[in-house]
């Protein structure tokens, strides 16, 4: 997903980076782009990009494995024992809201997938089997880690 990409190189981290690689960099950029140190106009260009450096920090941190890994338990309860309440697509984002109050969204996902998805006579066990393990994806309903 391109927003993945560009935010990545914003915050010049590969995608093996870790949780503290990535705090970090961003650290280091709010040094730099932090908008105290700005006068008159180049004040409000520094609030814009700090603003785009923690969006793509917090964004950055939820998808993270390490992340992932924290929260796996409750994901895989989730996904295993809740079913979809609703879902939405949008840019290739699938976002997934179970009857138990969680949303997850999902990266990269095809619109194929998604008119799978839409078609299968059960929803739940088209999603457990070819979405829930396959792609990328964040909590929306909570925060879940902190770097």
């Known amino acids: 997903m391109k927003k993945i990409v560009d935010y990545r190189k914003l915050l010049n981290v590969t995608e093996a980076a870790e949780l503290q690689e ?3 960099n ?3 950029m709010m040094k730099t782009w932090h ?4 006068q008159d106009e180049s ?8 603003k785009t450096i923690i969006e793509a920090y917090h964004f950055l941190v939820s998808i993270a494995p390490e992340t992932r890994a924290q929260s ?6 989730t996904t295993t024992l809740s079913n979809i309440a609703d879902f939405e697509y949008k ?3 699938l976002k997934i809201t179970f009857l138990d109050g969680a ?3 999902y990266f990269d996902v095809p619109k194929a997938i998604y008119v799978k998805l839409i078609n299968a006579d059960s929803p739940g066990r088209f999603a457990r089997r070819h979405i ?3 792609y990328v994806y964040r909590s929306v309903s909570r925060l879940v880690a902190t770097a």
């Open 72 to 77: 796996l338990t409750e994901y895989t309860a």
């Open 91 to 93: 840019s290739q984002v």
């Open 35 to 38: 908008p105290d140190k700005f």
């Open 103 to 105: 949303e997850y969204e």
């Open 26 to 28: 961003y650290r280091n």
């Open 22 to 24: 990535l705090k970090s």
């Open 132 to 134: 829930y393990n396959e």
């Open 43 to 50: 004040r409000v260009e520094a609030e814009e990009k700090s």
